[in-house]
């Protein structure tokens, strides 16, 4: 029989380039995992430095201070007599790894690069690293001198190889390796009957353990014994994602709360809850003994005495909300807004921005000598959309001086990061107006589509007993820029927007995703919707988007930086690599999609004369 073996996994929550915390973290974490009586620490990938580093890993400072800190860890009494695996860039014959460097008692054992590397989606690592493509292969890596003068060796290995006791045998394998069909564990383990299923069988060679993902504390230690096939379950509660994000930003920020321009619709009503959910989970946290989370929030509302127990009570500390009303504001929204801040406790404000418009309005007047008017009243569609585009972006100016200044205008020390709330599929179709209220210092939701807030909304309604927003989930989608219409709402996003929220998300995910063009996107719609749309329709309606996203696609480059959690977020700066300066005609895709009709109507009407004769 085999002994057990207690091994130590350790979740981090590390910031890029700073060093001292990271290495504050680590060290806390291996001594937790002394105290468990683990033999083996594993830590996350990259933790020395932290994962996003991007363009930074370019940088020599990065491996220089990535190796003093390793020094550090090596020299530290705290890792004496348990095997420490950290992760760190590495630079091994002029080219840079992505590796993980186990030691023990000032030891290094060996320095394991990573041999396959994430490269869709969010990740670049083949920008920064390159891939060890030497199975099997080790070579001698000559270590600095600073870590040379700590552990007395000149060399250590590097490469791809597993670590041989007495009675077992080690391995470590890197993020994106665990789905690789040449994975480590097939030559190291001793199961021979592998379920044809790579995830499972991945599953099947890991730990028993349960790890909390999304969770306040800064580490989370996990314990587990290998003696027998197990599983490894994750507790995972995804409506808690951009909450916990709000509340690493916020604290990370040295900010006092937020402001959120709340107009009474599902977008706004989101992050309003969604900021109250990170209330809810700062109170429980502390009121379990989180020392880290009560210490966080006491500097960020400024009272070294204040322990937060009422999440409403302190949504009112960290959360204002202003509703910024017009002449083509509705009466139902303004209440709406008024009635969810009372539920949640913000601090909310009312406000008029009729005058600012006014105002700026007399200067193009006296400049011009001509007042633009909304369409309602006989504008042309230039002077309709300058109207509105006027309100969105005096509603951002006045979201900033109040964000600055609302404090200070309450006698209290501070200022707030401005909330966005675009969500991803009005920013795809580029249904924003560039520098309004789209444009905030952070935005919960800029990944996030219609059809899921919809999901969280009706969440928040059973889990946070908020009652106004069914009101404001059956409450049409509107911006509110344009006249009303008997003093109700004429204005519709759908309308505006010239498709639903539905077909939006259909068309993301088919030209992110699927990689669709709009000629292959005609393609898979035309089987898609063949039972509701005729082939001219479907080509109208991929041309439509088409040329909207693409006139409005240099939008993207100044998108608010967003939670990430839809796959065909069109963020520019992180996450679509796409050009913002297109020919918006499509002169040629779109002849080949008329092609196709022109012959898909001729075959149509030539099996309608047989079928007659």
Known sequence: MGRKVTLASSSLNQWVLDFQGNFIRILHSIKIAKEKGA???????????????????????????????????????ETSDIICDVGMPVI????????????????ILLIRPKMVLANGGNYRELRWFTPWNKVRGVEDHFLPRTIQNITGQVTVPFGDAVLATKDTCLGTEICEELWSPNSLKFYISNNKNISNSLVMGSSDLCLVAIDVWLSFTKFEVTLGQRNAQIFYFILYDFSLGPACWLWDYLRRSNQNGFLLPLSGGVDSSSVACIVYSMCRQVCLAVDAGNQEVLCDARQIVNDDKYVPCDPKELCRRVLTTCYMASENSSQETRILARQLAEEIGSYHINLNIDGAVKSLIDIFSAVTGKIPRFRA????????????????????????????????????????????????????????????????????????????LKGFIHYAIDNFQLRSLTSILSAPPTAELEPLLDGQISQNDEDDMGMTYAQLSVYGKLRKVMKT????????????????LSPRQVAEKVKYFFRMYSINRHKMTTLTPAYHAESYSPDDNRFDLRPFLYNTAWPWQFRCIDEQVTHLEGNCEVNALKEVD
């Open 39 to 77: 033999r083996y620490r594993l830590g996350p990938e990259l933790e020395i430095c932290g994962y996003g580093c991007a363009d930074h890993f370019f940088e020599s400072d990065t491996i220089l201070h990535s190796f003093q800190v390793l020094g550090k860890l090596l020299e530290s009494p």
């Open 92 to 107: 091994h014959k002029n080219v840079r790894y992505n590796c993980r460097v186990i030691f023990l008692n000032k030891k």
């Open 377 to 452: 009243y006989g504008g042309s569609s230039r002077e309709n959309l300058a109207r509105q585009n006027l309100q969105a972006r005096i509603r951002m100016v006045i979201a900033y001086l109040f964000a600055q200044l609302s404090l200070w205008a309450r006698d209290l020390p501070g200022g707030f990061l401005v909330l966005g709330s675009a969500n991803v599929d009005e920013s795809l179709r580029g249904y924003l107006t560039k520098y309004d209220c789209s444009s905030a210092d952070i935005n919960p939701i800029g990944g996030i589509s219609k059809t899921d």
């Open 517 to 532: 063009g709009p000629y292959s996107m005609f393609c898979k719609l035309l089987l898609m919707w063949k039972t509701i």
